[in-house]
């Protein structure tokens, strides 16, 4: 009897051993794909309330999806937090991330819906960004030059060199770029466009922030990025001005989304919850990102574009989120474009 005790009674310390080592280890691995000031916010500021803690891993949307393709057999992330919508539907497709319907989604803005709606709910949508481009208007005048209003603007030849952009094959925000003259011009015009381009381009930067920051520094004339990251670009700088294109632009619904075979697939939900709370969502505009976000109850910052000025292509989700289109599209831009000459 006393050895049957002695049985239990290490049994169940092994328990409360098993369930200790579980309580200590609330731990969450997060690969982000915003501004790195909003991206350690999030991290902080939710480690901080719960007492998880979070190990942050900022990259390009491109590269995030990249990394869980090659991470697939041994997953070292539970959720990717941010980046542009479409590699998210990308990797929903592949099965790289797994489905879950947060009780926020009923308090969500419809377009963020539609994102879980494509994904059969394996990402959400957290935030929309117009996409456009900056100039700095102090080096324009130096240089006597008319400032761009279109995309046709952009390959004159007097902004040879003068013009950055992010390489499409490793950030979501030239992705939407490549996405949204294919959809505008059609694809044998928009890649005869993009060579034009290319002439003009001065380099294509990892990162889709890259080229705004760059225009509020002085180091280049031209940015393409989001409208958002221009804006925070010209709080720095008076100089630099926004321009949602004439002919019409693409946007992005950023997204969130929770891998496949997550080792702490339960913290991953809880931040996921917490991500699309408002208060979460309110740590976007004091960390100088600007887009608008996707719950109704959180305030829209003032300094975020009005969506009602910009005239908004019809942006193919479903098309430009599938993974076999963006592997055709980024060969052809790679072969065409950057390697064409």
């Not at 060199?161 to 294919?182: C, F, Q, Y």
């Not at 919850?273 to 109704?296: E, V, Y």
Request: aromatic fraction near 8%; hydrophobic fraction near 40%.
């Amino acid at each position: 009897m006393r050895a049957a005790w002695l049985g239990l009674g290490a049994a169940l310390a092994m328990f409360g051993l098993a369930g200790a080592a579980q309580a200590a280890d609330r731990s969450l691995t997060m690969y982000c794909a915003v501004d790195e000031a909003w991206c350690r916010a999030m991290a902080t500021t939710y480690q901080k309330e719960t007492g998880v803690s979070v190990d942050m891993t900022r990259m390009s949307a491109g590269e995030i999806y990249a990394r869980l393709r090659a991470e697939k057999d041994n997953p070292q992330a539970d959720i990717w937090w941010g980046g542009t919508g479409d590699p998210h539907l990308q990797a929903a497709e592949e099965g790289l991330t797994q489905e879950y319907k947060s009780p926020q989604l009923a308090n969500l803005r419809d377009w963020a819906l539609k994102q879980a709606d494509r994904s059969k709910n394996r990402t959400v949508g957290i935030y929309l960004g117009a996409l456009g481009y900056g100039y700095n208007e102090e080096d324009l005048k130096q240089r006597g030059l008319t400032a761009p209003a279109c995309w046709a603007d952009l390959v004159k030849p007097e902004f040879q060199g003068e013009i950055e952009m992010a390489d499409p094959n490793s950030s979501g925000t030239a992705w939407t770029m490549l996405a949204t003259i294919v959809q505008l011009m059609g694809e044998d015009k928009a890649f005869d466009y993009l060579k034009q381009l290319n002439k003009n381009i001065a380099e294509y930067t990892k990162a889709g922030a890259a080229p705004a920051l760059a225009v509020g520094k002085g180091e280049t004339l031209i940015g393409i990025s989001f409208q958002h990251d221009v804006i925070n670009a010209a709080k720095q700088n008076p100089a630099v001005k926004v321009v949602s294109p004439c002919e019409g632009t693409g946007f992005e619904i950023g997204s969130m989304s929770i891998v496949t075979g997550a080792k702490h697939a339960e913290e991953a939900q809880k931040f996921y919850d917490w991500a699309l709370s408002p208060d979460a969502q309110k740590l976007a505009a004091p960390n100088g990102s600007f887009q608008i976000p996707s719950n109704t109850a959180t305030p829209v910052p003032p300094e975020a574009p009005d969506l009602s000025k910009i005239k908004l292509i019809d942006y193919d989700f479903a098309k430009y989120g599938s993974s076999a289109e963006r592997k055709r599209l980024l060969k052809k831009f790679t072969d065409e474009v950057r390697n064409g000459g």
